[in-house]
T-cell receptor
Framework: ETGVTQTPRHLVMGMTNKKSLKCEQH?????MYWYKQSAKKPLELMFV???????ENNSVPSRFSPECPNSSHLFLHLHTLQPEDSALYLC???????????FGPGTRLTVL | DQQVKQNSPSLSVQEGRISILNCDYT??????FLWYKKYPAEGPTFLIS?????DKNEDGRFTVFLNKSAKHLSLHIVPSQPGDSAVYFC??????????FGGGTRLMVKP
């Protein structure tokens, strides 16, 4: 596996479910990111982790809970989501001091 | 309020001609700009970038122009190829690790 991988690629969940999105990067990077892309909206930065430490939380509701156990793995735990949370969730990584971010293919989430 | 805007949601160009994608921004603190390309069912991939101290950067068929006084950047693709058909996002950096993205422009290159 190379680059940035995300699982699952598609997820359908009810509003009372708990699920997790997983991201793994094989690039030796030390910064990881979660983005949300809703229909007809720009990519919105949700969370940033540098060396496993969260350095940015872009006013994301607490029903989204990130976890970064090491520099290669990033999770987004989801609970009691709303239908408006349906979107494409993208993970990205970069070397801490550089600007270019490398993206995974995304998880298409549908909340019923 | 969107700090980075791509006002054209779509653009259609004939193969071999020039494609020009535009991006406007409002934050004068942005110091680095990037273009990403996205195919369906894939994540965005980095294409080309430019520092705010430059006004042009070229990489093969792709050239990015920056007009700081107008707070405007553009991506030129010459010649356009059918494989260039994708959604193009511009992004801008105001701080390390912090990118602000535009809404994207869908480019269609017709054979």
């Amino acid at each position: 596996e190379t680059g940035v991988t995300q699982t699952p690629r598609h997820l359908v969940m009810g509003m009372t479910n708990k699920k997790s999105l997983k991201c793994e990067q094989h690039l030796g990077h030390n910064a990881m990111y979660w983005y949300k892309q809703s229909a007809k909206k720009p990519l919105e930065l949700m969370f940033v982790y540098n060396f496993k430490e969260q350095t940015e939380n872009n006013s994301v509701p607490s029903r989204f809970s990130p976890e970064c156990p090491n520099s290669s793995h990033l999770f987004l735990h989801l609970h009691t989501l709303q239908p408006e949370d349906s979107a494409l969730y993208l993970c990205a990584s970069s070397h801490g001091g550089t600007t270019e971010q490398f993206f995974g293919p995304g998880t298409r989430l549908t909340v019923l | 309020d969107q700090q980075v805007k791509q006002n054209s949601p779509s653009l259609s160009v004939q193969e071999g001609r020039i494609s020009i994608l535009n991006c406007d921004y409002t934050n004068s603190m942005f110091d680095y700009f990037l273009w990403y390309k996205k195919y369906p069912a894939e994540g965005p991939t980095f294409l080309i970038s430019i520092s705010s101290i430059k006004d042009k950067n070229e990489d093969g068929r792709f050239t990015v122009f920056l007009n700081k006084s107008a707070k405007h950047l553009s991506l030129h693709i010459v010649p356009s190829q059918p494989g260039d058909s994708a959604v193009y996002f511009c992004a801008a950096r105001a701080a390390v690790n912090m990118l602000t993205f535009g809404g994207g422009t869908r480019l269609m290159v017709k054979p």
